[in-house]
């Protein structure tokens, strides 16, 4: 069965602090997503990231990808409070009908205290 | 641009009756379609997929049921609702090639007392 676990599943750090969130997958697949979700409302896609060794960078977050390790890891610099969210990764899996469906982590609640 | 919309936004029902979602997208054609549950502070469940029109792949038995009857339209609906329906629901799409991520709509919170 395939799984895709996160740690930590919670994280309080201080504004100004840098930390890591870590994305394991069970699965030999080589693509890699992830999302933000505030509270209450939808996902919204952060990274893809489509190869071993891919680096993906958006302002304060970047994201890698090691496919042989099967691991993921978004970093958070000089956090500020605007990235308090849940982050999910997934990975997808390639189906018999031709598309794919794609499994989520468990998710890492982040609050970011002033 | 691609847009997604689902609704209602919100919904609250007794336990046994009827429910419909539903969710459209627009801007893109033959779009890989996708429902998913999220319980309160949990992660993600997968309920249907749909790669056409009548298609539709169950992941998980349970009494709710998915319809597509057009393109870009996606169906959610139980003939009776259990309290354990209760959750936020999140219709999904993708072009469904290696490498595309999906996007979510806005989502639909709904109790079930």
């Known amino acids: 069965e395939l799984k895709v676990e996160q740690n930590p599943l919670f994280l309080s750090m201080q504004e100004g602090k840098n930390y890591t969130i870590y994305c394991n997958y069970s699965?030999?697949?080589?693509?890699l997503y992830w999302y933000r979700q505030d509270p209450g409302k939808s996902l919204e896609s952060l990274f893809v990231?489509?190869?071993?060794?891919a680096v993906k960078q958006e302002g304060r977050l970047m994201a890698s990808l090691d496919t042989k390790a099967r691991l993921s890891t978004l970093h958070i610099t000089a956090a500020v409070h605007d990235l308090s969210a849940t982050y999910f990764c997934?990975?997808?899996?390639?189906?018999?009908?031709?598309?794919?469906?794609?499994?989520f982590g468990t998710g890492t609640r982040l609050k970011v205290l002033a | 641009s691609q847009t997604i919309h689902q609704w209602p936004a919100t919904l609250v029902q007794p336990v046994g009756s009827p429910l419909s979602l539903e969710c459209t997208v627009e801007?893109?054609?033959?779009?890989?379609l996708y429902w998913y549950r999220q319980a309160a502070g949990r992660g993600l469940q997968l309920l249907f997929y749909?790669?056409?029109?009548?298609?539709i792949s169950s992941e998980v038995p349970q009494n709710l049921s998915a319809s597509r009857p057009q393109d870009r339209q996606f169906i959610l609906s139980s003939k009776k609702l259990l309290l354990s329906d209760s959750g936020f629901y999140l219709c999904?799409?993708?072009?469904?090639?290696?490498?595309?991520?999906?996007?979510f709509g806005p989502g639909t919170r709904l109790t079930v007392l």
């Open positions: 997934a990975v997808d899996i390639y189906l018999t009908s031709g598309t794919y469906k794609y499994i």
């Open positions: 801007g893109t054609s033959n779009p890989n």
């Open positions: 990231l489509l190869s071993n060794g």
């Open positions: 699965t030999t697949s080589d693509r």
């Open positions: 749909s790669v056409g029109i009548g298609q």
């Open positions: 999904a799409w993708s072009v469904g090639l290696a490498g595309d991520t999906q996007y």
